[in-house]
C-alpha cells in the first residue's frame, strides 16, 4: 500500500530524517557513485518531489550543463524511492 503525504508532512519527515541521508551522501565510504553524482542540492529537491512527477524532475535535472545526461534517471527514481522508503521505516518509529 502506498501512502502520499503532504509537502508539510514530507518536511517534517526530511527534517527528521534529512540529515541523516545527507551524512550518508557525504560519507566517504558511500558505495553508490549514483546518488555522489547528485549535488546535495538536487538530492533534497528529489526527496520532496511529489512520487508521480519525479521522473520528470530526474530529466529536467539531467538536461542541466552540470549533469550533460550522465544521470540513469530510472535507476535515480529507485535509489530515490529506496530512500523514501527508509524514511518512512524510521519516521514510523519517532511516533
Known amino acids: 500500500m502506498r501512502f502520499f503525504f503532504s509537502w508539510r508532512s514530507w ?3 526530511f527534517q527528521i530524517i534529512g540529515p541523516e541521508i545527507m551524512r550518508h551522501k557525504t560519507n566517504a565510504t558511500s558505495n553508490d557513485p549514483l546518488l555522489d553524482m547528485v549535488e546535495r542540492g538536487d ?3 528529489l526527496m520532496r518531489a511529489v ?3 519525479l521522473l520528470g524532475h530526474i530529466m529536467q535535472l539531467n538536461r542541466l550543463p552540470r549533469y550533460h545526461n550522465r544521470l540513469d534517471a ?3 527514481a529507485v535509489r530515490i ?3 523514501r522508503s527508509l524514511e ?3 519516521a514510523a518509529n519517532f511516533r
Do not use: K, T, Y
Open 74 to 76: 530510472i535507476l535515480l
Open 81 to 83: 524511492e529506496e530512500l
Open 51 to 53: 512520487p508521480a512527477s
Open 88 to 90: 518512512n521505516g524510521r
Open 11 to 13: 518536511s517534517i519527515c
Open 43 to 45: 538530492l533534497e529537491l
